[in-house]
């Protein structure tokens, strides 16, 4: 299978970057007019990341973003306007203003789960969104986003670890900006890729040039598809940098300024958009219709937020507690016998398999099979334990073993 994107999958791409980096203009506005409620943080730059990944999920996929994942959000389908109340708190909003930020999802028809502000706890709600699916027969595959400061979370190894022993179908995007406020990735951990800490779970991973949206949109597909096969959880880390700082609140003056002009010249948007200019895939009129229609939509969205009720006084005593709210009923997509007992495949105990060979057992065996045993172990005495396999597996490499207080003489 191609993963390369069609003429409408370019127009696609380059859209919704577009749309990204407006929405978020029009909110630094609306921040500046004192009219956004919480903190306001910025994707500028990493636009490629989200919308590239995300389109790569189809729409039966279960996706959780976190604050830069804007676009990932216009790529499932949710309209700026609700995410232009839901920073304003309006009570049009999908939390119906009672967040200033980001924190909503639909688990009802698009399949997001809300923003976790404490980084890393996502990557185990969605490992156990992926099996819980799985379970269900459904052949879903799950994505969220990680910073490089959050995968230093403890959280971020123990979900992974999770996922990978679990075979879970989740794609975990690691978005390397650089930064963690004002930490540089390099005091963050003292390794080259990111996509390295992969290695310690036995998954797989990318390294992506995170402002090419192609290579991104390119590698999220491959990897989607290879979870969606069974093959388990992937790791993409995707290299880009945070164009602006933390928050509103940070002027970043603690970047280098050649650092951001290396990166302003790879502006992920201006690198499509000369992508599709010289394969002749948009001109100039195609380029103003695509920004005439991005306008329009933002301006009557822009317009609804700030013509939206504030939420009335009472609700602030309503649904804090959930008094039957929501009713989440799982979803079958194959026969519920297939999971109960004759039929279950869960056995009361996990087998034990591969104990003398597997995790480097058969070295370890090896050294207590004395030379005069046979591949068996036999005649090697009660001290041995090693299947045939084991002890055939460490043959040859077996050195002479001093005598030692505690173990039985080599010779
Ligand atoms: C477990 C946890 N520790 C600390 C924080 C506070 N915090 C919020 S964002 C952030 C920096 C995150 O950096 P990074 O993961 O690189 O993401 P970026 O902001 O660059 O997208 C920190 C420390 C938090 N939200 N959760
Ligand atoms: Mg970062």
Known sequence: MSMQPTRQQHHDL?????LNRAVEDTMVKLFRQ?????GLYSSLGQEAISVGTAYA???????APMIRNIGALLVKGVPPRDIFTQ?????????????GTSHFGDLENLHIVSPISMLGDLIPVM?????????????????????????????????????????????????????AYSTPVLRQAPIENLADRAKAYGIDSYVVDGNDV???????????????????????EAKTMRMLGHAQHDPAEYVPKEMRAFWESRDPITLHEELLFSEKLLD???????????????????????????PPPELAAEGVYCEGCHKIEPKWERPVAEVMPPKASTKPAWPATGYATGHGAARVAAQFIP?????????????????SKGAALSRGKRKPIKPAASRRPGR
């Open 371 to 387: 030379a005069g045993a046979d591949a068996s172990g036999n005649g090697a005495g009660p001290l041995v334990r090693a299947t």
């Open 57 to 63: 999920l189809e729409r039966r996929d279960w996706m």
């Open 127 to 179: 490992a156990g969104v992926a099996i819980g699916a799985r379970y269900l027969g459904q052949k879903i595959v799950t994505m969220t986003w990680i910073g490089d400061g959050g995968s230093s979370t403890g959280v971020f190894h123990e979900g992974l670890n999770f996922a990978a022993v679990q075979k879970a179908p989740f794609v975990l995007i690691l978005e390397n900006n650089q930064w």
């Open 34 to 38: 004192n009219k956004i409620v919480g």
């Open 87 to 99: 920073h304003m708190a309006k009570y049009t909003s999908p939390t119906r203003g009672k967040d």
């Open 14 to 18: 380059y859209y919704y970057m577009k």
């Open 284 to 310: 100039a009129k195609g380029k103003q219709e695509i920004e005439a229609k991005i306008e329009a939509l933002l301006e009557k969205d822009r317009e609804f937020a700030e013509n939206s009720p504030l």
């Open 214 to 236: 192609v290579a991104v949109y390119a590698t999220a597909k491959e990897a989607v598809e290879r979870a969606r096969a069974g093959k388990g959880p992937i790791l993409i």
